[in-house]
């Protein structure tokens, strides 16, 4: 076999060796995956075993210190304060209950409220109990209204490790008076001995540990017992089991050695119990596994790895013989001749198609000479298209120009000479743009044309070019900048559009917005004073009519005989209350038409009284709040104001099935406010004037705010409210001055005037 088949530029070696390739990642990455996924598995099973055995006896260290619990509370109940100051007693009650001699093998001892020690059993000189710092910390918890306390100390000379068990001792009234406690050493034999005497595997074991003390109380390794657990912060795995974690998990311990622990807590004690198994036994069947399939992997990459050389060589062979066959016509410079085919498969095929592709080589070049002289033609025609293209360029309905790099004229079309006045001499070379602007466009013209530099385009730029006669010509222009194959800006090719009969029709559109805009104030202030008017007559004509006929049914009914018909005095009675209602419902009308406060007493009071005859009416409770009520303003603007909130509260009692609106009116220094929020149905803004009557309504009040300057926001979401607000700004010159009747001193004084009068009955509102 030839070595020169193995140099990478032939195909005959980068084809099996790149199949070879991709099959073997492809296998190894299978294998390796498959082992990760057999550790997590073995490790999960682990995790969910080691978390069972934990969980077992975490469950029995409970139970053994719930009875012990239990049997502390049982006999504190019967401990009464005078049992409690009389030691002899108290000693003798110790002795009898021979639970205790089970459950605490270091004995019990009563402390007192003061710390001090009541009794022990069995009976212990002195302090030798517990640590005067030790029973004043149990009576601080028990005191924090804990059932139980379980705390590890250290005991005596010899610093014995002591698990404290304690309960409460209160009087009748249930006030704490002392405690009852047991206490077991752990160097004595305990319920505890299952976690020091067994391990788990050969070097595993447990740890029981208080999360308060940050102290391992007992572990199977006997030098951890009663040692303290690193500050927090310097193992965040163990302060997770201290902040509560259960579970598995791999960490490393505090020993430096990474382990499979479990954890599971203690809730009487609030302890946790955990399981340590170091890694190295708890994964070591892995590790055989995993080598065994190491050892198979590598076979099968030699075994498939060899097939697969030898399969893919025989299978390209005949590829590689027509590629050898075809190299050899092209180097004697001979006729392409149809390659031989030695296999009817997929090679085979190519072999065929390249042959088939001869045959139609050869029908091309015909054809090519014919597309050559149909190129020809198309030349000419071309050029035809061309100098018609240059005609329509030059005499097109818009203006084309171009500039070169400083912005002097390069080419212009006879279109915008004809706009300008200039003729072509005039114009290419001679002159920049910017010679053809008026004042206020150059600078924008400046600006712009360093954007079109950069960015590449710009449209509707609007300018002012002076014609030759010095009329001034408004156009747009859009324009496109030319860049050679570095980017650097060669020119800028424009179009140019005639503007002067678009500004005429902004022009006159503005005029007649404008006129509009002053109908609608005049339209809108002539329906105020026919208001104004109308009301006026109405109240000043039938309310003293009205009250004529009342003093007059009075008059008549004092002239009466003392005989007369008591049906007479009834209808004289029905009269009067008839009238009374007719009055009220003239001054209603009229104040919905024109309240009078508002011409008197200015926009707040005319707002505050209408709040009130609303809620009258209605039931709709409103809140309203006023902020510089003294102020005035024009009566335009007043009268504005009070129908946008009319129309606003009508809303609410019509649509909105509201049962609250909260009103504010601001009076700034330059501004003026009015906001209407009602807790109803709400509505969808984006429907105004498609749904009806309240769409229609809204509508009208924006309308009408914008025509006399302001602005109204409409918010609004079903289930939410709505929230109307109206602002003017630039109010300072609206101010009214005029002397009207209303200042702040006036309406304080009619309002005093108007409460008083209430009380008596002889004050009416209409009076204002």
């Given at each position: 076999?030839?070595?020169?088949?193995?140099?990478?530029?032939?195909?005959?070696?980068?084809?099996?060796?790149?199949?070879?390739?991709?099959?073997?990642?492809?296998?190894?990455?299978?294998?390796?995956?498959?082992g990760r996924m057999l550790r997590e598995d073995m490790q999960h099973s682990l995790e969910r075993q080691q978390f069972s055995t934990v969980s077992y006896v975490a469950a029995e260290i409970n139970e053994e210190m719930d009875n012990r619990l239990r049997a502390l509370h049982v006999a504190a109940s019967e401990v009464t304060p005078d049992l409690l100051n009389k030691a002899p007693a108290l000693q003798a009650y110790l002795e009898k209950h021979l639970v205790?001699?089970?459950?605490?093998?270091?004995?019990?001892?009563?402390?007192?409220?003061?710390?001090?020690?009541?009794?022990?059993?069995?009976?212990?000189?002195?302090?030798?109990?517990?640590?005067?710092?030790?029973?004043?910390?149990?009576?601080?918890?028990?005191?924090?209204?804990?059932?139980?306390?379980?705390?590890?100390?250290?005991?005596?000379?010899?610093?014995?490790?002591?698990?404290?068990?304690?309960?409460?001792?209160?009087?009748?009234?249930?006030?704490?008076?002392?405690?009852?406690?047991?206490?077991?050493?752990?160097?004595?034999?305990?319920?505890?001995?299952?976690?020091?005497?067994?391990?788990?595997?050969?070097?595993?074991?447990?740890?029981?540990?208080?999360?308060?003390?940050?102290?391992?109380?007992?572990?199977?390794?006997?030098?951890?017992?009663?040692?303290?657990?690193?500050?927090?912060?310097?193992?965040?795995?163990?302060?997770?089991?201290?902040?509560?974690?259960?579970?598995?998990?791999?960490?490393?311990?505090?020993?430096?050695?990474?382990?499979?622990?479990?954890?599971?807590?203690?809730?009487?004690?609030?302890?946790?119990?955990?399981?340590?198994?170091?890694?190295?036994?708890?994964?070591?069947?892995?590790?055989?596994?995993?080598?065994?399939?190491?050892?198979?992997?590598?076979?099968?990459?030699?075994?498939?790895?060899?097939?697969?050389?030898?399969?893919?060589?025989?299978?390209?062979?005949?590829?590689?013989?027509?590629?050898?066959?075809?190299?050899?016509?092209?180097?004697?410079?001979?006729?392409?001749?149809?390659?031989?085919?030695?296999?009817?498969?997929?090679?085979?095929?190519?072999?065929?198609?390249?042959?088939?592709?001869?045959?139609?080589?050869?029908?091309?070049?015909?054809?090519?000479?014919?597309?050559?002289?149909?190129?020809?033609?198309?030349?000419?025609?071309?050029?035809?298209?061309?100098?018609?293209?240059?005609?329509?360029?030059?005499?097109?309905?818009?203006?084309?120009?171009?500039?070169?790099?400083?912005?002097?004229?390069?080419?212009?079309?006879?279109?915008?000479?004809?706009?300008?006045?200039?003729?072509?001499?005039?114009?290419?070379?001679?002159?920049?743009?910017?010679?053809?602007?008026?004042?206020?466009?150059?600078?924008?013209?400046?600006?712009?044309?360093?954007?079109?530099?950069?960015?590449?385009?710009?449209?509707?730029?609007?300018?002012?070019?002076?014609?030759?006669?010095?009329?001034?010509?408004?156009?747009?222009?859009?324009?496109?900048?030319?860049?050679?194959?570095?980017?650097?800006?060669?020119?800028?090719?424009?179009?140019?559009?005639?503007?002067?009969?678009?500004?005429?029709?902004?022009?006159?559109?503005?005029?007649?917005?404008?006129?509009?805009?002053?109908?609608?104030?005049?339209?809108?202030?002539?329906?105020?004073?026919?208001?104004?008017?109308?009301?006026?007559?109405?109240?000043?004509?039938?309310?003293?009519?009205?009250?004529?006929?009342?003093?007059?049914?009075?008059?008549?009914?004092?002239?009466?005989?003392?005989?007369?018909?008591?049906?007479?005095?009834?209808?004289?009675?029905?009269?009067?209350?008839?009238?009374?209602?007719?009055?009220?419902?003239?001054?209603?009308?009229?104040?919905?038409?024109?309240?009078?406060?508002?011409?008197?007493?200015?926009?707040?009071?005319?707002?505050?009284?209408?709040?009130?005859?609303?809620?009258?009416?209605?039931?709709?409770?409103?809140?309203?709040?006023?902020?510089?009520?003294?102020?005035?303003?024009?009566?335009?603007?007043?009268?504005?104001?009070?129908?946008?909130?009319?129309?606003?509260?009508?809303?609410?009692?019509?649509?909105?099935?509201?049962?609250?609106?909260?009103?504010?009116?601001?009076?700034?220094?330059?501004?003026?406010?009015?906001?209407?929020?009602?807790?109803?149905?709400?509505?969808?803004?984006?429907?105004?004037?498609?749904?009806?009557?309240?769409?229609?309504?809204?509508?009208?009040?924006?309308?009408?705010?914008?025509?006399?300057?302001?602005?109204?926001?409409?918010?609004?979401?079903?289930?939410?409210?709505?929230?109307?607000?109206?602002?003017?700004?630039?109010?300072?010159?609206?101010?009214?001055?005029?002397?009207?009747?209303?200042?702040?001193?006036?309406?304080?004084?009619?309002?005093?005037?108007?409460?008083?009068?209430?009380?008596?009955?002889?004050?009416?509102?209409?009076?204002?």
């Amino acid at each position: 076999m030839s070595l020169n088949i193995f140099r990478w530029g032939s195909l005959n070696t980068r084809v099996p060796l790149f199949t070879l390739i991709i099959f073997l990642l492809g296998f190894w990455a299978m294998a390796i995956y498959a082992g990760r996924m057999l550790r997590e598995d073995m490790q999960h099973s682990l995790e969910r075993q080691q978390f069972s055995t934990v969980s077992y006896v975490a469950a029995e260290i409970n139970e053994e210190m719930d009875n012990r619990l239990r049997a502390l509370h049982v006999a504190a109940s019967e401990v009464t304060p005078d049992l409690l100051n009389k030691a002899p007693a108290l000693q003798a009650y110790l002795e009898k209950h021979l639970v205790f001699h089970s459950f605490f093998n270091s004995g019990t001892l009563v402390i007192r409220i003061e710390g001090e020690q009541a009794a022990s059993y069995p009976k212990l000189n002195g302090l030798s109990g517990v640590a005067s710092a030790d029973r004043l910390a149990i009576l601080a918890e028990l005191s924090k209204g804990k059932g139980s306390v379980v705390k590890a100390v250290r005991r005596g000379i010899q610093q014995t490790p002591v698990i404290v068990m304690a309960v409460p001792v209160r009087d009748a009234q249930g006030k704490l008076i002392g405690a009852l406690a047991g206490m077991i050493s752990l160097s004595m034999p305990n319920f505890l001995d299952k976690i020091a005497q067994n391990k788990y595997g050969k070097s595993g074991g447990y740890l029981l540990v208080s999360p308060q003390q940050r102290l391992i109380v007992m572990a199977t390794d006997k030098t951890r017992i009663m040692t303290q657990l690193p500050v927090q912060g310097a193992n965040k795995m163990v302060d997770r089991f201290i902040q509560g974690y259960e579970g598995s998990v791999v960490y490393v311990s505090t020993l430096g050695v990474k382990q499979l622990a479990s954890v599971k807590s203690v809730p009487l004690a609030g302890w946790y119990v955990g399981l340590e198994l170091p890694t190295a036994e708890a994964f070591s069947p892995i590790a055989g596994k995993q080598r065994r399939l190491l050892m198979a992997a590598i076979l099968f990459t030699l075994l498939a790895g060899g097939l697969t050389w030898l399969m893919l060589r025989f299978q390209l062979s005949p590829m590689f013989a027509a590629m050898k066959k075809l190299a050899s016509l092209s180097e004697a410079d001979q006729p392409l001749q149809p390659l031989p085919v030695t296999r009817r498969d997929e090679i085979g095929t190519l072999i065929s198609g390249f042959n088939r592709l001869l045959v139609t080589l050869g029908q091309r070049e015909a054809a090519l000479e014919a597309s050559a002289q149909n190129e020809r033609d198309l030349s000419r025609r071309i050029a035809h298209y061309a100098d018609e293209m240059a005609d329509l360029y030059e005499h097109a309905p818009c203006g084309y120009h171009s500039l070169d790099q400083a912005g002097c004229f390069q080419h212009i079309n006879e279109t915008e000479l004809k706009w300008l006045g200039y003729s072509w001499s005039e114009v290419v070379g001679k002159l920049w743009l910017a010679d053809l602007l008026s004042a206020s466009s150059i600078s924008t013209y400046k600006h712009v044309f360093a954007i079109l530099r950069e960015r590449g385009e710009v449209h509707d730029l609007e300018l002012e070019l002076i014609r030759k006669d010095r009329t001034i010509l408004p156009v747009m222009i859009s324009a496109v900048a030319v860049y050679d194959e570095d980017g650097n800006f060669l020119m800028s090719r424009s179009t140019v559009y005639d503007m002067t009969e678009r500004k005429k029709m902004d022009h006159e559109r503005i005029v007649y917005l404008k006129r509009l805009e002053e109908a609608s104030r005049f339209l809108v202030s002539s329906q105020e004073e026919a208001r104004r008017r109308l009301s006026s007559e109405l109240h000043d004509r039938t309310s003293p009519n009205l009250a004529a006929i009342n003093i007059n049914l009075d008059i008549i009914a004092t002239e009466l005989p003392p005989n007369h018909s008591s049906d007479l005095a009834g209808r004289l009675e029905d009269t009067r209350a008839l009238i009374m209602d007719t009055s009220a419902s003239i001054r209603d009308i009229c104040a919905e038409m024109r309240p009078p406060l508002l011409d008197y007493a200015g926009l707040s009071a005319a707002l505050e009284s209408y709040n009130q005859q609303f809620s009258r009416r209605t039931g709709i409770a409103v809140q309203f709040d006023c902020v510089e009520r003294n102020e005035r303003y024009t009566l335009e603007l007043e009268s504005l104001l009070f129908r946008i909130y009319q129309e606003a509260l009508t809303n609410c009692t019509k649509h909105a099935q509201a049962t609250l609106v909260a009103v504010t009116l601001i009076n700034g220094e330059d501004t003026v406010s009015l906001t209407i929020i009602d807790n109803g149905v709400g509505f969808d803004p984006d429907s105004l004037g498609r749904n009806g009557p309240v769409g229609m309504g809204l509508l009208n009040m924006r309308e009408m705010a914008e025509i006399s300057g302001g602005s109204l926001l409409i918010e609004s979401s079903y289930g939410q409210g709505t929230c109307i607000a109206v602002k003017f700004l630039g109010v300072g010159d609206n101010r009214d001055v005029s002397g009207r009747i209303g200042d702040k001193q006036d309406w304080t004084t009619l309002r005093r005037k108007r409460d008083a009068g209430s009380e008596s009955g002889k004050f009416r509102l209409d009076m204002l």
